[in-house]
């Protein structure tokens, strides 16, 4: 598919309104607000068209203003796997998030109280549709990519955990409203030609916790929207988190579950940085 723009960013501009841009210099990336982006006419449902236009950032929004239907990706990379002592199943493990989960950059999310005892975080890289795929083939699949984004597959650990808690299911414990920030930006194609090449690092509060590269993902990008879209047409803003890499807090020695307050962030290469607070409710 054509792409219009190389880092795609939604931002409030100066005079309040809210607008699409193109982001064509990598280092303004690491901190859009008050750069300058090339207005782009149109949105994802009907496309973008490129304008003579400028405006200055002001705030940064979520890239995409809703998602009807989130694909997630459980277990998906080799160390994770080993470190959760997990075998590793004969096709992707899938699961959903409800639409009220997206969340955007720099975002505070709101931690609802029966979410709070084990709260935890997992980097994970976004993969967004562009357009509606049934029945896609491997060697086609990245075709129908719009393009790439940071995301955080927020989870509450004490509904995943034990089986008799949850019955084996992820969705609830990852469904809370803001359970699935995204941004800053969505970088096309053109500027991620090779998704399984993208090095990622999460941290929480400054400190390092995940650390690691998609060449560890067991299903590749290319396979999880082929197995995905089998039978199901998968629309057109359709987002797979596609899993998450070894160093989320349920599995660390002591356990390092999140804390009111604390900000985790979220940076492949390419990307930016997704950064959001965790903002614990109150009975």
């Known amino acids: 598919m054509e792409h219009t723009f190389e880092r795609l960013v939604r931002f409030e501009a100066d005079d309040g309104t809210t607008l699409y841009g193109n982001i064509t210099d990598a280092s303004a990336v690491s901190n859009l607000v008050g750069t300058t982006a090339n207005v782009l006419d149109g ?9 003579t236009r400028t ?13 009807h239907y989130f694909i997630c ?21 899938m699961f959903a998030k409800p639409p009220d989960a997206l969340a955007g950059p720099d975002e505070a999310i709101p931690i609802h109280p029966i979410a709070q005892s084990q709260l935890d975080y997992e980097g994970e890289l976004g993969v967004i549709i562009g357009r509606d795929a049934k029945d896609v083939s491997e060697a086609e699949a ?12 927020v989870s509450a650990r004490n509904f995943q955990m034990p089986a008799s808690v949850s019955g084996g299911q992820f969705s609830f414990c990852k469904s809370f409203d ?32 995940q650390a690691s ?19 199901t047409t998968l629309r057109k803003g359709t987002l797979i988190m596609t899993g998450t890499p070894s160093g989320v807090g349920l599995f660390m020695e002591p356990k390092a579950f999140l804390n009111d307050g604390d900000v985790v962030e979220v940076s492949f290469d390419e990307l930016g940085t997704l950064r959001n607070t965790m903002q614990f409710q109150r009975e």
Do not use: C
Not at 43 to 51: Q, R
Not at 77 to 93: D, G, R
């Open 43 to 51: 949105n994802l449902e009907i496309g973008f068209s490129k304008t």
């Open 55 to 67: 405006a200055i950032v002001k705030k940064v929004l979520s890239p995409l203003p809703a998602v």
């Open 73 to 93: 990706i459980g277990l998906n990379y080799k160390k994770h796997a080993e470190e959760a002592s997990l075998p590793i199943a004969e096709n992707p493990v």
């Open 142 to 153: 990245l075709d129908y990519v719009l393009g790439y984004v940071n995301s955080n597959d």
């Open 178 to 209: 803001g359970f699935a920030p995204i941004g800053p930006i969505i970088a096309s194609p053109k500027v991620v030609p090779d998704p399984q090449a993208l090095a990622l690092v999460t941290r929480v509060n400054g400190e390092q916790r």
């Open 213 to 231: 590269t998609t060449g560890d993902m067991i299903w590749s990008v290319r396979q999880l929207i082929s197995f995905a879209s089998q039978g």
